[in-house]
Structures are given as C-alpha cells and as structure tokens.
C-alpha cells in the first residue's frame, strides 16, 4: 500500500534562517507531488506540484523553493526564513482514480517562525 | 476559485440531522470535483469524487450532488455523527493546467450540537 511520511511534525526557527521540509512516498511509482500551506483557521494554497524528477512549478512568487531530486521524494527549502512564513504545510501525492485525479496528505508540519 | 485567506464559515448541526455543506466554483471547464475533510492538526482525508459528466455520487453516509449550471457543487452527510466534526474542503483540477493541479476552496467548518 501506498505511504507519505512528512517530517519534522513542529518545527520552530528564527526569522533569517534556512528551511528544509522532506516529504517520502512509498509504494508508487512517478506520483504527482504537490507542497500546500495553511494559514491558522484558513484554507490551501497550492505552492508547488511537481509532475517528475526535476520538474517543478510554482504557484505563489515568494522566498520558498522546491526540489524533486528523486522520483518519490519532494523538499520545500527557504534561505532565509520570514514571519510570513509560518503555517501549516502539507505535502500530498495523486494518483488517477476510476473518477480522476485525488490527492493522499502527509500529517503536515507545523512551523512557526519567531 | 481559490480563497485562502478568508476566515472558514461555520455550519452546525444537531446530531442525527443531515448536513449540506455547499461550494460555487467559477470555471465552467472544471471537469472533476472532490471532497475532503480535515480534522483539527491533521492532513486533509479523501471522502468523494466527482467528474462532470455524473451529477450525483453517492458513498457511504455521503453524497456529493453537482449543479453545472449554476456551477454548485454540494457536499450532503446522512445522521450526522461527532466524528463528522471537522473542516471540510471541496477542490477542482484547474482545466487550464496541463499539469494535475488542484485547486482548493475556502472550507467549511462543521460543527455537531449533541
């Protein structure tokens, strides 16, 4: 069966400093990869998807990157960390279904930065 | 269309009764549609889909009913039960991506009266 591990759960950093969120997927092959954030008590705003190794599309202009450097492994990287920044992140993968496309969420990190 | 930054509107239900959580998308090429719910600290969980050319989908306690006229898409729960307590999210496949991308609304807080 299909897993996604998404770590670290919380993460708390200062403003200036790096970021680096890893997200796994096991038991497919080729997934769509997708990185979201969620304000406090909002909804998802899509960041990045990525549809392969090397292939990644952004969706909000900002101070975040992303990587796919294997085919089931998707990181959100930042330099230099700002305020704005904190929120919930999830990582989710999709698959075809008999309807379409739907996507499986990691258990999200929660980071605040201070 | 996507509305990340607006506080979630609430329903609440009495327990036993039936829900109707209610979405509006804006783009008349959206071809599938989907549900999920999302418990306070967790990732959002898959409940239903549906494509387009269906108008009605039924699962077990749920059941998805979709207006292409009116561009409405509902979100219907039997017996509503404490455990249904959660934020609940309808999300569309942006046509005009060639890409699987999927777009998120603003979600609907459910809240159970016992």
């Known amino acids: 069966s299909q897993t996604i591990h998404q770590w670290p759960a919380t993460l708390v950093q200062p403003v200036g400093s790096p970021l680096s969120l890893e997200c796994t997927v096991e038991?497919?092959?080729?997934?769509?990869l997708y990185w979201y954030r969620q304000a406090a008590g909002r909804g998802l705003q899509l960041l990045f998807y990525s549809v392969g190794i090397g292939q990644i599309s952004s969706e909000v202009p900002q101070n975040l990157s992303a990587s796919r450097p294997q085919d089931r492994q998707f990181i959100l990287s930042s330099k230099k960390l700002l305020l704005s920044d904190s929120g919930f992140y999830l990582c989710?993968?999709?698959?075809?279904?008999?309807?379409?496309?739907?996507?499986?969420f990691g258990s999200g990190t929660q980071l605040s930065v201070l | 269309g996507e509305s990340v930054g607006l506080h979630l509107p609430t329903l609440s239900v009495q327990e036993g009764d039936n829900s109707i959580i209610n979405c509006a998308y804006s783009n008349s090429a959206s071809d599938y549609f989907i549900w999920y719910k999302q418990e306070s600290g967790k990732g959002p969980q898959f409940i239903i889909d549906i494509r387009s050319n269906m108008d009605k989908r039924q699962g077990q306690r749920v059941t998805v009913l979709l207006n292409k006229t009116v561009k409405h898409l509902s979100l219907q729960i039997a017996a509503t039960q404490p455990g249904d307590s959660a934020v609940y999210f309808c999300a569309e496949n942006d046509p005009d991506s060639s890409a699987s991308k999927i777009i998120f609304g603003s979600g609907t807080r459910l809240s159970i009266r016992p």
């Open positions: 038991g497919t092959s080729n997934p769509n």
């Open positions: 989710a993968w999709s698959v075809p279904g008999p309807v379409g496309e739907k996507l499986f």
